[in-house]
């Protein structure tokens, strides 16, 4: 079974540019979560998707991001336009729709550098 | 909120060498712990969990033993390995509510040298 994949796993642009990053979750896995860590600070929770609707979004920075999750498989995450405290690593995580304790499966990152 | 405080690295440990990083974490009710680590060019892997007071959390050789008392998830091995050069991130999930996002930890970088 595939695990979470991520795209692109590196994107160096300037800033005011704009940049899409995607992640395919585990066939079934209802739960897509995004993630990102600056500057080799701790892992910050963006937003959580339940099949296509945004379940919470309360860590997005500001209106310069926008998740998607259309037909509810993969989902996007667009910066536009990307600032110079964007750069970090993005995680994209998901899991099965359940009450109980289900496991987050992480993706291996989007590097972003915004120059 | 919630908040999880991990031992600041980098960690340079010899072979076999006993391994503790420590982890205390401030959160409302009983959360669900986790440690998670990340090997060089691959994603974060769960490496153990535990969902209650006095559990114990152990794979790989690893262990962590959930502290209410001390609101603690230290992790411990007794014998590293070059393998074990990572990064270790660890996490809460709070129980209850309709939050299901995780909360990490900073990260603690370890090397283990042969």
């Known amino acids: 079974e595939a695990g979470v994949t991520q795209f692109p796993s590196h994107s160096v642009i300037e800033k005011g540019q704009t940049v899409t990053l995607r992640c395919d979750p585990i066939?079934?896995?209802?739960?897509l979560y995004w993630y990102r860590r600056v500057m080799g600070k701790e892992i910050k929770f963006l937003l959580h998707?339940?099949?296509?609707?945004?379940?919470?979004e309360s860590g997005m920075p500001n209106n310069r991001f926008l998740a998607e999750r259309t037909g509810g498989t993969y989902s996007t995450l667009k910066v536009q336009p990307a600032e110079l405290e964007d750069s970090g690593v993005y995680f994209c995580?998901?899991?099965?729709?359940?009450?109980?304790?289900?496991?987050?499966?992480f993706g291996p990152g989007t590097r972003l550098t915004v120059l | 909120g919630d908040s999880v405080t991990q031992m600041e690295g980098p960690v340079t440990l010899s072979e076999e060498a006993f391994l503790t990083i420590n982890c205390t974490y401030t959160a409302t009710g009983y959360p669900s712990l986790f440690w998670y680590v990340q090997y060089p060019g691959e994603g974060l892997q769960l490496l153990l969990k535990?969902?209650?007071?006095?559990d114990k959390g152990s794979n790989k050789g690893f262990e962590a033993t959930y502290r209410k008392e001390t609101t603690s998830f230290h992790l411990e091995k007794g014998s590293v390995q070059v393998s074990d050069s990572a990064v270790y991130f660890c996490?809460?999930?709070?129980?209850?509510?309709?939050?299901?996002?995780?909360?990490f930890g900073s990260g603690t970088q370890l090397t283990v040298l042969p």
């Open positions: 996490a809460l999930r709070s129980v209850g509510g309709s939050a299901r996002q995780l909360t």
């Open positions: 066939s079934g896995h209802d739960n």
């Open positions: 995580a998901s899991s099965q729709l359940g009450t109980g304790e289900n496991t987050q499966y």
């Open positions: 998707f339940v099949k296509e609707s945004k379940q919470d």
């Open positions: 535990a969902t209650k007071a006095d």
